[in-house]
């Protein structure tokens, strides 16, 4: 990688993609006409505690955006990191991922796969433990979206998103269930689509909806070895995998929808990523937080 892509990286720190509406745009007023915090902060860190060290996380999906995002938080509180990618072309990505870990004088390393094969998951979490020889945060970012009306899904959409969002989901917290340390995270990423009724997103959102429920159970089965679980349901979020979906017509829809008029940015995300998996966010287990700009609640 060149020193300019490198430095470009560094700079981004927590940030993501930036798409047609972008935050800068946005000014969001209240009725008073007080400014609302329209603006996304790409600031340093919640908590800079280093609270992590010592930690092996494990991201899928973290060749770039929001699991590239989770991974850098991951490393500036301490923890060595397990990149997870897809797709085989998609390593450069990946390697960049590793790059800003290691950036932070922390370990990481690769592994690559789908995750609907459940020996790609065992293989991910064989990783951990043979290069770190420990796995405690399990972040299940890893995900696929369809944006079509009930009667257009086709058979192979609906496999893809039930591959990775409904049975991915599954044999990665599976694993996790079997292979992470007491007092372990698992943080999965939902939607908050799973909170509202949108059209056309049947088959992203129904095949999402076992991660609730996976929460709920997880919560209850593993917490007596101290292991939270917990979801983060995104909003629309600026990256390509919720533009890939949308016009420049539904993109400004969706952004209006929030209270800052404006889409959700990664840096707005990963707080509460980087939160729930520290040791002060123990008492929090089972629950689906959503986080949206205040555009959808439950
Ligand atoms: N962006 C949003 O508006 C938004 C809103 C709410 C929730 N989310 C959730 O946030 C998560 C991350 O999304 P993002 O916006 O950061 O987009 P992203 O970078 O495209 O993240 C999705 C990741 O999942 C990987 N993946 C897809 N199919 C897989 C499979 N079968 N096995 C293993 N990995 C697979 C993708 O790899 P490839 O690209 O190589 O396939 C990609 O790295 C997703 O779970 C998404 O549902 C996003």
Redesign the pocket.
Known sequence: MSTNRRNFLSALGATGAVGAISASKAMAQTTQGTPISAEPIFATPSVDSRALTGKVAIV??A?????RAFAQAFARQGADVVVH???AE?IGEAEETAWLVREQGKRAALTQG???QAENVKRMFDVAFNEFGRADILVN?????VKKAIADVTDEDLERMI??NTR?NFLCTREAARRLSDNGRIIN?A??LLAGAAPNYAAYAGS?AIVEELTRMGARELGGRGITVNSVA????D????HSMETPQTTEFAANLSVARRLGMVSDIVPLVEFLALPSAQWITGQTIWINGGYLTR
């Open positions: 899928t999906g060749r770039a955006n929001l699991g990618y897809h797709r998609t789908d995750l609907g970012n890893a995900g696929a979206i591959n990775i991915g990423i939607t908050s999402k995104p909003g629309p979020v990256t390509p995998f919720f």
